[in-house]
């Protein structure tokens, strides 16, 4: 079945991979049994390709909430969402929703995953971003017409999210590839090496991902090999990353990141493709 074009990512996420998911699509055998994905983030690569049967994971609950409320509930998301306005004092509103674990707690899954959208298309630069106590910190972005209720790709995301055998997971990485086997494959998209102290960015969920976790995940990938299950990485082009997967097949591609602190420093950068197979 050729795939729905609506299917898209909803949110925008650090890190997303919608201009490398042709590329990356390219990769990815033709025939597999079972597609897992334990770094799901804005789900470009899943949205792209669809595969009929997928594991998909974030360790993000409030991601990952998302997800749910789209796959049980797509209407009752829609019309949440038509309740939000973009103005400045609303917005530090909602975002002032998390600081009180009375009110937050007060607001149903499908209530948090419509808050979360809202933020997301509403704040500086459009990414989510939380502090050391997972508070959502992003500033207002002061757009004029922000698609808040995106109901074409919402409700595409839906259709597909039960058209297919989708299991959603909200665990740690190495959990979430549990139950993979010779056919699977399993696409990692990690937080990235940093290329610099100030492109440092892990924002996205409290904790990081520091290189102890890198190094936890190349053994995950070891382990993987020597079940035959083919697997494909991306992650950044640092010394560190190169000589971590240098057993493996490493193939550079370019892209544009905008997330380094300082503006100069922005544009496009060396990422690596890694996998285990020809």
Known sequence: MKPNQLVAPVLKWVGGKRQLVHTIAKCIPERISTYYEPFLGGGAVLFHVQPKKAVVNDLNEDLVNVYQAIKDDVEGLIDDLRLHRNEREYYYKIRAVDRNKKAFGELTDLQKASRIIYLNKTCYNGLFRVNSQGEFNSPFGKYKNPNIVNEGTLRAVSKYLNAAEITLRNQDFADAIKGAKK??????????????????????????????????????????????????????????ILDLYKDYTIEFVRAKRAINSKGDKRGEVNEVLVTNYG
């Open 183 to 240: 056919g699977s494959f399993v696409y990692f998209d990690p937080p990235y090496d940093p290329i610099s102290s100030s492109a440092n960015f892990t924002g996205y969920n409290r904790g990081g991902f520091g290189r102890d976790e890198q190094t936890r995940l190349k053994v995950l990938c070891d382990g993987l090999n020597k079940k035959g299950i083919h697997f494909l990485l991306s992650n950044s082009a640092t010394d560190f």
